[in-house]
């Protein structure tokens, strides 16, 4: 299962991704509205611009008009001829006509749309200066008459002009102003809408007909009073202005400008509610495929870590974590056991070369090929480095287990590489404790035990299972045992024996070996285990120092006591020996006022030597020192002898196995009268151990061996003189 840190992480992650989106919407966003505000002004004034230059030629028709109109010899035929060619000379004008203020036309024609004479008498109340607009009562024109106010034959009179708006929108063209779902129109400052693209709302007065302009629109009051506000906001300096307001149930944004020749605002507005859709859309776009690329990579990583975590990076098979949150998932689950069959890889070799073979490739090459003999087995777990874990079927058999080692103790054939040939070791072995397990250290108990009791991995006939409760068992044995150990040496528990070690020659004492023994030694803690398991856990240095500091106080003791010196054989370990513990020798000797050619160190465990160069340095110390030299248990390794090649040693202790039953094994005599062979031949005296009976000192003395030792001359005893 991901830890809760990685989902932490992808959270915090995923929210900085959308933090940092949204404040990249925002700047986005701003920017973008900016640049379409600025867009819509520049588009706007383009828009009144055109206006305005169609109503400036329509103005200036006019002016040209009124100035001929003030001449005082025009006739009345002349007045009609120049309204009707002036008519004629524009493409946005109808018709003029001028109409006195008791509402009588002075002119021969009349207008050529119907208009409301109380609509055209309200503008002889306005100044000269105003332009206003009239509404003809036509419903398919969209036509308007421009009403100015002079003075003809000193009279106030009206020249009504009828402007064509469809002619004039038709140049304009407002329907090209479509920006983001926009559209232009023109209001008058009178209020009447001359164009928008609702032909329902053309000619409609906002200031009349706001009800139903409202409705149309559907525009709220609030909106509404800012569209009015801005028509008649003609105080102001000519500018473009900006609103917002709503209509036709979306937000709108819209620029207007006040025209500079044409009493009238014109409007360039915008869906705004389809500026922010797009927008968002846009954003969208970009972060729904950068939030599934992070998804995919957040996966990819997660996957990742999983992998690095629960699988061996070179074999890709599942790695020792992985085998522990098995284990715990089964206890969880309240499994009872499972049946494993361990296997350790010695060395790989082919069968080509005879090479041995050991690295990634090599073990690559090999999960490869155990995962395609899968069927045999539930699961695979490389749980070190030589270490593979099958983990068994419930229902196997011994036939599954041989049938499984068969595969392994064949050619392991590659597809495309030379066969290999697995040399190694196996355990059979079931986890039976899975609900009481706590800290999930299985593989490492396993391994620790596999040290000690494993068999050849070509050993069929060997398939016997060991359980992890006499695993468990035999750990708790070791740990008291240490324990055990560590008090004693805490507290200086030991108690030296000292068992005689006699002169064959004249049956007498020649010097006594001390042997460990601790106060009150518990019954089941025999000395050969103690020491074993003193040097298997690297406690024997200490337990040395702690017997050659009893012997040299005995040895004192004596020395006092009787005013004669003895002489002593103490055992020093292999893995005791360094320049440390022949300075804490000397040291002690000193205090103690040793004679070193009367101490005799007895060196066991040769094969742990480490550094036999720096362990021989160390030995010929002790011996310049007056101190001799003894190789204890000779005749059990090769150590031995490689230790005499380089090593003059006074004594050769042969080890009691060969001694013990002697006289009743042709055989061992023969091997005991070899050892005696290189014994000599190294100018070495020897001591035979474990000497039970007369007739095996008759064979000792025959072969030439020094001194003997063993129950027949004397057990151990706690004083040298009992």
Do not use: W
Request: proline share 2%; hydrophobic share 35%; glycine share 4%.
């Amino acid at each position: 299962m991901i830890k809760i840190r990685y989902l932490i992480a992808f959270l915090l992650l995923f929210c900085g991704i959308v933090i940092s989106s949204s404040i990249t919407y925002n700047i986005n966003y701003s920017m973008y509205v900016e640049e379409v505000k600025s867009n819509l002004q520049d588009i706007s004034y383009t828009a009144s611009h055109q206006y305005d230059s169609i109503f400036l030629e329509i103005f200036n028709t006019i002016d040209h008009t009124l100035q001929e109109l003030k001449n005082p010899f025009m006739t009345s035929q002349d007045m009609n001829k120049l309204l009707r060619d002036s008519s004629n000379r524009s493409y946005y004008i109808q018709d003029m006509v001028i109409l006195s203020e008791d509402g009588q036309y002075l002119t021969s024609q009349v207008p050529g749309h119907m208009i409301n004479p109380d609509d055209v008498m309200d503008y002889f109340q306005k100044d000269k200066a105003h332009t206003g607009f009239v509404k003809a009562t036509s419903e398919n024109n969209n036509i308007y008459y421009a009403t100015k106010k002079f003075e003809l034959s000193n009279q106030e009179v009206l020249l009504m002009v009828g402007l064509d708006f469809d002619q004039i929108n038709g140049v304009v063209h407002p329907e090209r102003y479509n920006l983001h779902n926009g559209y232009l129109f023109l209001v008058s400052h009178d209020g009447f809408i001359l164009y928008h693209i609702d032909r329902e709302l053309m000619g409609k007065n906002i200031f009349i007909d706001s009800t139903s302009i409202r409705r149309l629109t559907k525009m709220n009051v609030e909106s509404y009073k800012k569209l009015s506000n801005a028509v008649v906001n003609t105080n102001s300096e000519k500018d473009q202005y900006y609103i917002k307001y709503s209509g036709y149930g979306t937000d709108k944004m819209a620029y207007y400008n006040y025209l500079e020749v044409f009493p009238g605002v014109s409007f360039l507005t915008i869906d705004y509610t389809t500026l922010l859709h797009n927008q968002l859309q846009s954003i969208f776009r970009t972060i729904i495929p950068l939030i599934i690329c992070l998804a995919v990579a957040t996966y990819l990583f997660l996957r990742y870590i999983y992998l690095i975590k629960y699988t061996d990076y070179f074999t890709e098979v599942r790695n020792e974590h992985a085998f522990r949150r098995r284990i715990k998932k089964f206890a969880r689950k309240g499994y009872v056991r499972e049946h494993y069959l361990i296997v350790e890889i010695i060395n790989v070799s082919s069968n080509r070369h005879k090479d041995f073979l050991y690295d990634n490739q090599t073990f690559y090459q090999l999960s490869h090929y155990f995962k395609k003999i899968s069927s045999l087995y539930t699961d695979l777990y490389r749980i070190s480095r030589v270490h593979y874990m099958f983990v068994l079927k419930d229902n196997y058999n011994e036939s599954d287990v041989r049938k499984l080692l068969s595969y392994l103790n064949d050619d392991v054939n590659i597809k495309g590489d030379q066969p290999l040939y697995i040399r190694g070791k196996k355990l059979l072995v079931t986890l039976d404790r899975l609900n009481e397990l706590k800290h999930f250290e299985v593989d490492c108990n396993i391994l620790n035990h596999m040290v000690y009791e494993n068999s050849d991995l070509a050993d069929y006939d060997n398939l016997s299972v060991i359980k992890y409760s006499h695993i468990i068992t035999g750990m708790i044995q070791r740990l008291n045992e240490k324990m055990y150990l560590e008090d004693a040496i805490l507290n200086n528990h030991f108690v030296p024996h000292y068992q005689p070690i006699i002169d064959l020659e004249t049956n007498k004492v020649y010097k006594h070996e001390v042997l460990m023994r601790i106060a009150d030694q518990n019954d089941s803690y025999s000395t050969e285990k103690l020491i074993k398991v003193a040097e298997e856990e690297n406690m024997v240095e200490k337990i040395d120092r702690a017997m050659i500091q009893q012997s040299f106080y005995q040895y004192n003791k004596e020395l006092h006591k009787t005013r004669k010196s003895i002489r002593l054989s103490i055992n020093l370990s292999g893995k005791s020996i360094n320049q440390k513990m022949v300075d804490y020798i000397q040291e002690t000797a000193k205090k103690c006022k040793v004679i070193p050619s009367h101490i005799t160190f007895e060196l066991t465990e040769t094969a742990a030597l480490n550094n036999l160069d720096a362990s021989i340095k160390s030995l010929s110390t002790l011996r310049e020192m007056g101190f001799q030299l003894a190789i204890d248990d000779f005749g059990t390794g090769y150590a031995h002898v490689e230790l005499l090649s380089k090593l003059p040693v006074d004594y050769i202790k042969i080890d009691g196995t060969f001694i013990l039953n002697v006289e009743r094994d042709e055989q061992k005599l023969k091997t005991l009268n070899a050892l005696v062979y290189i014994a000599k031949n190294y100018n070495a005296k020897i001591i035979a151990e474990f000497v039970e009976n007369e007739n095996v000192v008759h064979i000792l003395k025959k072969l030439g061996i020094e001194y003997g030792q063993g129950f027949y001359f004397g057990k151990p005893r706690e004083d040298v003189h009992d």
